[in-house]
Structure formats: C-alpha cells, structure tokens
C-alpha cells in the first residue's frame, strides 16, 4: 500500500511527527505551570525581606478598605475641614469616625465633649437587638451623629453613608480623649449598616486612602 500511495505515506508520518511534536509541547507547558505554581508557593512562604513592610499592617489596614469624606471637596453638606472617614469591613458594616485632618484636632486641647443628643433623639440611648438588627433606625448620609466640642467650637458628626444606625460609641461621653488619641480606633464614633444598592452610590462621593492622603498634603 505504502509503495501504490507514496504519497500518503509521507503525509502519514508528517502527521505523526506533528503529534509528537503537540506532545512535547503539552509535557513542556504542564512542567512549565508546575514550575511557575511551585515558585508562587515559595514566594508565599519564603517572601523577599526587601519587599516586606517596615511595620506589619494594623488590624485597620488588615480588616477595612478605608474610604474618606472631605469637607465641601465632595460632599456639599460638609463644611470645609469637617474630613471624615468611612472604613467599610467585608461584611458590609462601615465605622464612621473623624479623619485626622478634623479641623476639630487643630483646635486647643482638641475634642473635650461629646453629644449624642442631636435631631430628636439621643443616638447613645438607641438600643439595636437580635440578628435581624431590631429597633436599628436608618439615616440619611447627612444625618447627624453626635456633636463634638472644643474649647473654642463645637462640630456636627454626620453618618456619611446611607444606612442602618447600628451603634454609637457611648465610651466618648465618659471618654472624648479617645478622639484625639485614637481616633480610628478606640475613638470611632459609629458604626452603620448601608444596603449594597446604597452603598454602591453613596461610594462615588467618597476618596480613597491615596486620594485623601494627596490631597492633604498639598
């Protein structure tokens, strides 16, 4: 047969050496992707001490993506230097606090009071049960939070995001240095429950972390 069709044979093994040819080159790329996940494994486990952080993250930077309101630069109910943050956690739920850059701090002796009766109601003496978030009243992003004094002024806290008021840090009321010691931390003053939906819109108003930290050095 090979001698009445020549030329059949000759295609016969071209098509052979061209699979094993396709073989080889599928050995190779799977070694390849072997090589390349088991580098990636190492790096994991063997990071470069060069491209390590000088101090490891802190359980803010680790647990939130933190979002910032500057006074009037976005959001028209603010007033000028009234910078907030907004540091929202996986789970959806956002800490509301004041941002450094707080005229508030700038103050003599920063933040000596804290109010939560503001609006109609005392916000401190809102008590939110159960998993469905009983009793949770929703708020406006303009809605006021609490008012915080200084010696000289006082400055309206407002929620910021769209939401569910889930709790206030009561701890201010015995405890207004916790702004001005740690005020991302021990001295957050709320924390709100916005829908996905809310969320989605109110996050076009807000800067990032880069974008604040920029904008406040110039």
């Not at 059949?8 to 599928?26: D, N, P, Q, T």
């Not at 490891?56 to 006074?71: I, L, T």
């Not at 850059?101 to 049960?129: C, I, L, P």
């Not at 996905?196 to 110039?218: E, F, G, H, M, N």
Request: hydrophobic share 35%.
């Amino acid at each position: 047969m090979e001698a009445d069709h020549p030329q059949a044979s000759v295609e016969a093994k071209s098509i052979g050496k061209r699979l094993e040819f396709v073989e080889l080159a599928v050995v190779n790329q799977e070694g390849d992707k072997e090589a390349t996940e088991e580098d990636e494994l190492q790096r994991l486990l063997k990071p470069n001490v060069d491209e390590l952080p000088v101090e490891p993250p802190s359980s803010v930077e680790f647990n939130f993506v933190r979002y910032f309101a500057p006074g009037l630069s976005l959001a028209d109910f603010m007033k000028e230097g009234h910078d907030q943050y907004v540091y929202r956690h996986a789970n959806g739920l956002c800490v509301i606090g004041l941002a450094p850059s707080h005229v508030a701090f700038k103050d003599d002796g920063g933040v000596t009071e804290v109010d939560f009766n503001v609006g109609k109601s005392d916000r401190s003496s809102m008590k939110v049960t159960g998993k469905r978030k009983r009793n949770a009243q929703h708020f406006e992003s303009n809605s006021a939070l609490c008012k915080v004094n200084t010696k000289d002024a006082s400055y309206i806290v407002r929620c910021c995001v769209k939401g569910s008021l889930l709790e206030v840090n009561d701890r201010l009321i015995k405890q207004p240095g916790l702004l001005n010691s740690s005020a991302d931390r021990d001295g957050y003053v709320a924390i709100v429950m916005p829908k996905p939906a809310d969320w989605l819109k109110i996050k076009s108003s807000l800067i990032s972390l880069d974008d604040y930290t920029k904008s406040r050095k110039t």
